[in-house]
């Protein structure tokens, strides 16, 4: 069973679109995030949930936002994509009271 | 924002113990340590956490010193298959996420090449 899924695994889009990336865990955990690695392998946080609520939120562009339906889900809008945009991004979630996290396998937005 | 940084590099053998060192200079109170393992086209894996002295489980071992201003991740005996990036990560611990606290930061990953 896969804890953290995210689809779709590869998105190839063009500039001013509009796309979004979903995420779930069935993992019963409290906390969800979304990550940002660029072609240097940085990785950097961009949102996290707890409890459907936004506890962390990074200096990100407004285009985009966090959307989660419940506490097993948390989708990912990007709207007016950029070229800048394009890198794989990374859901991940963490259990109550613990700080581990657990990651997705990550999607790769690629922005022509 | 407590920064991190990690040699962006090392080599090693099979059979050979890897200490890992990351600086996270302006570590706050809260925050707590967390090492990640990262394979190519994967998501980051937990490995160990710690907020002070040493951690030790099946996989690894993390050594914090009384200053905490760095962390040592310790891998007994690499194989081939820890050839991956090792990512620092340093930020608020567990049930003290707040609205605007401290950020999770990421160190910049260190690339183990472990050969033969």
């Known amino acids: 069973d896969t804890a953290v899924s995210q689809t779709p695994k590869y998105l190839v889009t063009q500039m001013g679109n509009d796309k979004s990336i979903k995420c779930e865990q069935n993992l019963g955990h409290d906390t969800m995030y979304w990550y940002k690695q660029d072609s240097k392998k940085f990785l950097k946080i961009m949102f996290s949930?707890?409890?459907?609520?936004?506890?962390i939120n990074e200096t990100v562009p407004n285009r985009f936002s966090p959307k989660s339906p419940d506490k097993a889900h948390l989708n990912l809008h990007i709207n007016s994509l950029e070229l800048g945009d394009s890198a794989v991004y990374f859901c991940?979630?963490?259990?109550?009271?613990?700080?581990?996290?657990?990651f997705g396998p990550g999607t790769r937005l690629t922005v022509t | 924002l407590a920064k991190t940084t990690q040699p962006i590099s090392m080599d090693s053998y099979e059979g050979q113990e890897v200490n890992i060192t990351c600086s996270h200079n302006?570590?706050?109170?809260?925050?707590?340590i967390t090492w990640y393992q990262q394979f190519p086209s994967q998501g980051p894996r937990f490995i160990i956490q710690g907020y002070k002295t040493k951690v030790t489980n099946e996989v690894a071992s993390l050594f914090i010193p009384a200053d905490r201003k760095s962390s040592t991740l310790s891998l007994p005996r690499v194989s081939l298959s820890d050839t991956a990036v090792y990512y620092c990560?340093?930020?608020?611990?567990?049930?003290?996420?707040?609205?605007?606290?401290?950020?999770?930061?990421f160190g910049t990953g260190t690339q183990l090449k472990v050969e033969l």
């Open positions: 949930y707890n409890n459907k609520e936004l506890i």
């Open positions: 991940a979630s963490s259990p109550r009271g613990r700080y581990e996290q657990y």
């Open positions: 302006n570590i706050a109170t809260n925050d707590y």
């Open positions: 990560l340093v930020g608020e611990g567990p049930g003290t996420l707040t609205g605007g606290g401290n950020k999770l930061t």
